[in-house]
């Protein structure tokens, strides 16, 4: 489901926060956590199908991996209860998401040897599922490195890693910025007014602009790839015309996105606090609707979205000091 389908805007938004607020009491605790936990179930089916209970199983497993972590920490069998909480959760995302990609070339190298190439079955790749995978991992790391106790509540923890607004493309909220509020939290009209804002601003981003440019940067592209059009430029020019407008295109998608997200937790009131100017650019706000406030750290990290594959693996395992 999309923050832009109507289907969001019209029926699941405004029954959630309908829900959400029915108690009419700016502070929120189990019966809030448990709206909120099924409407990020109901809200990954929508698009998720059948992988659903995938995601569930990686929480429940990460769930008891980090009480086993914290149980045995500063032992040996905490190193390795959490290397092999790691492990499981990166073979899992490898099948899944690179199993088609060996298969193929396994199947390329047969073929060009004369043996007939085996038959796989094509595995499909789950919606969110590198994000889904290392927010768990963060999750367990944090409890091994002491950041975070192991929380005790399914419920709690559930919400932490299946939160809605942020279950599909991030960020990664560490779980030491917003455990003390999955108990209780308070909602201010401030909160609420500012998710609002946040929200009608990231889906004027995504409807009237990436979406506008999205048809003409798709024209260009495509005409390019089949040579049907030729314009008295030079090949330099044309692929940086080709390139900003793409650029332009994908980074409204992306901050409208990032808005849309970020508004629903700000209206919930799940939060952080400003966090510091990076690079001369505001890092952004986490999700504040719903009442989380992160609180503000000087950190030194880039924000996981912005990192590689191999920069995220290496920013959650245990490193020695």
């Not at 299946?162 to 493309?169: G, K, M, S």
Request: with cysteine.
């Amino acid at each position: 489901m999309l923050f832009t389908e109507p289907t969001f805007l019209f029926l699941f938004l405004p029954v959630l926060l309908a829900l959400y607020f029915a108690t009419l009491s700016r502070e929120h605790a189990a019966y809030g956590n448990w709206i909120l936990l099924v409407a990020s179930v109901l809200f990954y089916a929508k698009g998720g199908g059948a992988f659903t209970w995938l995601m569930l199983g990686s929480i429940a497993f990460n769930y008891v991996m980090a009480i086993a972590v914290d149980r045995v920490h500063g032992t040996r069998a905490a190193k390795r209860r959490l290397a092999f909480a790691v492990t499981t959760n990166l073979i899992v995302l490898g099948i899944f998401k690179y199993a088609n990609f060996f298969a193929d070339n396994v199947n390329a190298l047969l073929t060009t040897a004369g043996i007939a190439p085996l038959v796989v079955p094509r595995v499909l790749l789950p919606i969110g599922i590198s994000f889904f995978t290392f927010h768990a991992i963060s999750y367990v790391v944090d409890v091994y490195r002491r950041d975070a106790t192991a929380q005790k509540s399914p419920v709690h923890a559930a919400l932490y890693l299946l939160l809605f607004p942020q279950l599909i493309a991030g960020p990664i909220i560490r779980y030491r910025d917003i455990a003390d509020q999955l108990a209780r939290r308070i909602v201010t009209l401030d909160d609420l007014a500012y998710g609002v804002r946040r929200f009608v601003i990231g889906l004027a981003k995504k409807v009237l602009i990436a979406n506008v440019v999205a048809g003409p940067a798709d024209v260009r592209i495509v005409a390019d790839l089949v040579g049907r059009r030729r314009q008295v430029m030079t090949g330099v020019m044309q692929i940086a015309l080709d390139a900003g407008i793409v650029g332009f295109r994908a980074g409204h998608d992306d901050e409208g996105g990032r808005d849309n997200e970020q508004s629903q937790t700000h209206r919930l009131n799940l939060q952080r606090a400003k966090a510091r100017p990076l690079n001369g650019a505001p890092m952004g706000m986490v999700p504040q609707a719903c009442g989380f406030r992160r609180r503000v750290r000087t950190a030194k990290r880039l924000p996981c979205a912005s990192l590689s594959l191999a920069r995220r693996i290496s920013r959650f395992l245990p490193w020695p000091s």
